[in-house]
């Protein structure tokens, strides 16, 4: 068992509980761990790497947050034991690890991939706490990779020698897009459209990524593939529509099939418009302003 404390962290701090991940697993989310450990939270590190000890597990009721290795049986029964003994006010959703993406494991937005993506790591951790731990959200929590676009997104608007960017089209405040194709010509066609309106874009290649992406940060409006591999357009609009940045977010189907059982598929997932392939540019710009005209 190892504990590691954060240094001279100056507020709240939360104790993760880590069960079944190997050294080099540990190591790297202490690395993560650490660069909280001057902001106003910060993550505390408590690891079980034998979990068959009563006394490992103990040491766990002092954890605030569970993260589980899904692909260790061990890790799974110990935990699946050590959950009947929590108290009431910690039955709360428990964080997975899924360290083989390929294996056929039910994942939901609670899950994180291996390789450990930090951004995505941090980004989960702040927002469970504000969804289940009451913590009030505030300038620190996000990740460090939604503080860097938010100062990128700020640059692009400052004036340079007295000279004014011009604003978004749809607005004063700068809207952001998702697009998940695994074409490549639909993701350059879209580029180009939205370059062309001064509107940010964000671009992966299949669900998955998709359904990462969305768990980091909020978009103001995304188009996902039907077809992609890995998760399918329907999987991944299911999955974005449950998550804390992006519940309510327009999603808007890419899909070469117009028939009423693939538009039922995508009400049911959770989609709000349709887009059939090759994207016709009228209704691209006319689907794009009703909703991002909405957002101001």
Not at 77 to 91: D, T, V
Not at 99 to 121: C, G, K, M, R, V
Not at 124 to 131: A, G, K, P, S
Not at 198 to 205: D, I, P
């Amino acid at each position: 068992m190892m504990r590691v404390s954060p240094l001279k962290a100056p507020g709240k701090i939360f104790a993760v509980g880590v069960i079944g991940v190997g050294e080099k697993g540990l190591e790297i989310l202490q690395r993560v761990f650490n660069t909280t450990r001057y902001q106003s939270r910060s993550y505390e590190l408590i690891a079980i790497n034998d979990v068959s000890t009563p006394e490992s597990m103990g040491s766990l009721r002092a954890a605030d947050i569970f993260l589980i290795n899904i692909n260790n049986p061990q890790a799974v029964l110990a935990w699946r034991r050590f959950q009947i003994e929590l108290p009431s006010e910690k039955r709360r959703p428990v964080l997975q690890l899924n360290q083989q993406p390929s294996a056929n494991l039910q994942t939901n937005e609670f899950t994180l991939h291996w390789p450990l993506d930090a951004a995505a790591l941090l980004a989960t951790l702040d927002n469970y706490i504000i969804r289940y731990l009451d913590y009030p959200p505030g300038p620190e929590t996000g990740s460090v990779l939604d503080r860097s676009i938010a100062n990128q997104q700020a640059l692009v608007t400052t004036p340079v020698d007295g000279v004014q960017e011009p604003p978004a089209i749809y607005g004063k405040a700068p809207s952001r897009v998702l697009v998940a194709d695994d074409s490549l010509a639909v993701r350059r066609q879209l580029k180009m459209e939205f370059d062309s309106i001064k509107v940010g874009l964000e671009c992966v290649a299949d669900g998955d990524a998709a359904v990462a992406a969305a768990g980091r940060q909020a978009f103001d409006l995304i188009f996902l593939d039907v077809v992609m591999p890995g998760l399918d357009g329907y999987a991944a609009c299911r999955l974005i529509k449950r998550s804390a940045f992006n519940r309510l977010t327009p999603i808007i189907m890419l899909t070469s099939r117009s028939s009423r059982f693939d538009q039922l598929k995508g009400v049911l997932a959770g989609c709000d418009s349709y887009l059939t392939k090759p994207v016709n540019q009228q209704e691209f710009r006319d689907i794009t302003e009703k909703h991002l005209g909405e957002k101001n």
